[in-house]
């Protein structure tokens, strides 16, 4: 069990005063690394321990040598871990002996120091000073997180962890942190990277609510914190979680702060990220931390040699209020890792403010290089019965939003109305939800977004055109596919059929959703809605299924190619055929077209199927989509076009009358055109492309 070492390593310093605690440890006094954390330092709990009393072997972590910031050693946390560490820092030095296992014995509830066995009994006050509420702490940490890999960690606000979580903090593989709690808190900023040494700071100033964030010793904002108390630090891996931890230290001031009398602080940039030319929206917050209430302000944000601007005024933010600024221009991706800063100006018209130190900040953002042409599958295993598959649709949803024409999602269903045998049977997945992005390694539906933007570098072999008719019930599709690359052994082609806004009657229409009350944070979707406000089983009425799996052929790996060998210029051609059920939608259906090479996707095509009427041609040339749909606010026009074209788009009632209409002049590459459809009434509209000499009619929901 835990030792009660004496603290008089060159490595380890803390002392207590009237007025301030401190603390720092850089993992160089434990000398055996064959005895983790807790067991080795009487300033480290595990969680097990301190809500239960169990013993710390159960979730202890253990120190490495294998990396380390200073010193040689460091602590390390790793999913893969036997046990499954997790590991917790009292900020309390005074305390750090009241919970948990010490000299054997379990304690299972706060106790006074006078009751504690060992040298230290009587040594210290009985009752613990955290949650620190008033006056200033400070927080730092060295942290290495692998290539590939995710970070996690977070702030407990109560004496006994699991009560009420602070701050969660989650480093994604791609150098972006994400900060939330139930309360309301979300901060986002980024950080240099997996693969390299960095510092993360928090600065709190607890009397007046600021919480600051720095990395590498530059600001990345302050934001307002509903749970604005601070009592322990817990190290535990999220999913893909692994990295090294150093130089931990914490400082507690009693001193307050009094606030500036004008004082406007940059709070948080939206995380940016994407391809190369894409468009992406600003959001900028920012927090009243003087005493004057802020009316107006000017703000900019420099990208890429390009400057946005926002001139906000009529507004009304009080002390410690935040307010969001959405740029109305976008910013145009470039490729690579690129600063962005958004200043503050000419505050309440009186040029700068108190503080005009934190009138500006920065953030990365990093934009990839598509391969061009090129489209990646993602093909997730869900069913209506599996109460953590919404996690899967939320992230095909999003995915399709961000990178319409670049990724396109198939959820194949497993035990419920919407299976289809051969599709479910061809996954072979490990576990609910799960997947596959180009049919590579499975992974968890959170992660098709990092193996998306890895995969959609690669090159390929083949593009393509090509359609996909119905006529009755019957789809009948044609694909030519042109090779870029030599193609040579084991390929084969498939062709998914798919549909969208599938509804159903009865129970096994039913979503499970585990993500229910809350206790596992909030699920967002692409439409705002939270599934952790959704019931445990979310009723059919309430059911809108999208990219449902309805069909595969020949089969899931596919079958052989007209030939077995192509040179760059070769075309063949695949030809499939699917006969529609009389209760699915075939305006709502498009098939994916996959060339497959040894049993992973080097490319894919997006077809929708076309009815053919009087009023409706659809050339393969074009890709247009819809989405969301149904809608209730704002939906998105998706254009693909592979040769200039001049479009207009009209929005007719179901019986013709136009009620909007835009012309849009010669377009090419991919686009998105938003309405704002929230005062239509409820019902079906038209859209009505006309798009060069081709017209496209396509219908949508207003709900």
Not at 266 to 272: G, M, R, W
Request: glycine share 8%.
């Amino acid at each position: 069990m835990k030792k009660l070492y004496t603290l008089l390593f060159t490595s380890l310093f803390i002392f207590s005063a009237s007025s301030q605690t401190s603390y720092c440890d850089n993992f160089d006094s434990y000398t055996n690394l064959n005895i983790p954390i807790a067991e080795s330092s009487v300033n480290w709990n595990t969680w097990g321990e301190l809500m239960t009393g169990a013993n710390p072997a159960l979730d202890d972590a253990f120190m490495s040598n294998n990396q380390s910031y200073s010193g040689s050693n460091s602590l390390y946390i790793d999913e893969m871990s036997t046990p499954i560490p997790d590991v917790v820092l009292l900020f309390d030095t005074l305390s750090m002996y009241s919970l948990g296992w010490k000299n054997n014995t379990a304690f299972n509830t706060i106790q006074s120091y006078d009751s504690m066995p060992g040298s230290f009994a009587g040594s210290w006050g009985a009752l613990p000073s955290t949650p620190y509420t008033t006056g200033t702490f400070e927080y730092s940490h060295m942290m290495y997180i692998p290539v590939g890999k995710t970070g996690y960690f977070n702030f407990q606000a109560e004496n006994v962890p699991g009560t009420e979580w602070a701050l969660e903090v989650n480093l994604d593989a791609n150098g972006g942190i994400t900060m939330s709690n139930t309360g309301g808190a979300s901060f986002n900023c980024s950080y240099p990277g997996t693969g390299v040494w960095f510092e993360i700071k928090f600065h709190l100033d607890l009397t007046n609510n600021v919480w600051e964030v720095l990395i590498d010793g530059v600001s990345q904002g302050v934001f307002s914190n509903p749970i604005n108390r601070i009592a322990s630090l817990d190290l535990y891996p999220n999913a893909n979680s692994a990295y090294y931890i150093d130089d931990v230290c914490y400082n507690y001031d009693t001193t307050q702060i009094v606030l500036p009398n004008l004082d406007l602080a940059l709070s948080n940039i939206n995380s940016i990220s994407g391809l190369a030319s894409q468009n992406r929206d600003v959001l900028v917050d920012v927090i009243n931390l003087g005493l004057t209430t802020i009316t107006s302000f000017d703000i900019d944000f420099d990208y890429n040699g390009n400057i946005i601007s926002e001139n906000v005024s009529g507004v009304n933010i009080p002390m410690l209020s935040s307010y969001s600024v959405a740029f109305t221009n976008p910013i145009v991706l470039a490729g690579g890792s690129n600063t962005a800063t958004a200043t503050i100006s000419n505050v309440n018209g009186l040029g700068p403010d108190n503080v005009p130190s934190n009138d500006a900040s920065s953030t990365i953002i990093s934009a990839v290089e598509p391969t061009p042409n090129k489209l990646v599958v993602g093909e997730e295993a869900t069913g209506t019965w599996c109460g953590w598959c919404p996690r899967g649709a939320v992230a095909l949803n999003w995915l399709e939003k961000d990178y319409y024409g670049y990724f396109q999602g198939i959820a194949v269903h497993n035990g419920d109305p919407m299976t289809d045998t051969d599709y479910d049977a061809g996954m072979a997945v490990g576990g609910y939800p799960s997947g596959y992005v180009n049919r590579g390694a499975e992974v968890d539906p959170s992660d098709f977004e990092l193996d998306f933007m890895q995969k959609i570098t690669s090159p390929i072999s083949a593009t393509f055109n090509g359609s996909a008719v119905a006529t009755g019930n019957v789809i009948n599709i044609e694909i030519s596919a042109t090779a870029t690359a030599t193609i040579n052994g084991n390929w084969t082609f498939a062709c998914a059929l798919v549909e969208d806004s599938v509804t159903g009657t009865g129970g096994t229409w039913y979503q499970s959703n585990s993500y229910a009350g809350g206790a596992v944070g909030s699920l967002i979707d692409v439409d705002g809605t939270d599934w952790s406000t959704l019931p445990n089983w979310v009723p059919d009425v309430q059911m809108i299924y999208r990219h449902v799996a309805r069909g595969i052929q020949p089969s899931f790996n596919g079958g052989a190619l007209p030939q077995s060998s192509y040179n760059v210029g070769d075309i063949f051609t695949q030809n499939f055929q699917f006969t529609v059920d009389p209760t699915w939608d075939i305006s709502q259906m498009h098939v994916v077209g996959m060339l497959i090479n040894n049993g992973q996707i080097d490319n894919a095509v997006s077809l929708p199927v076309s009815i053919a009427t009087s009023s409706e041609n659809i050339f393969s040339e074009v890709d247009f989509n819809i989405y969301p749909n149904p809608t209730n606010s704002i939906t998105n026009l998706f254009l693909n076009l592979d040769s200039n074209k001049e479009v207009s788009v009209s929005i007719m009632s179901i019986e013709g009358k136009i009620i909007a209409k835009g012309n849009y002049g010669i377009m090419n590459g991919t686009h998105r055109l938003t309405f704002d459809v929230s005062n239509l009434s409820e019902g079906i509209y038209i859209v009505e492309a006309v798009i060069g000499q081709d017209i496209i009619i396509k219908k949508f929901i207003k709900d």
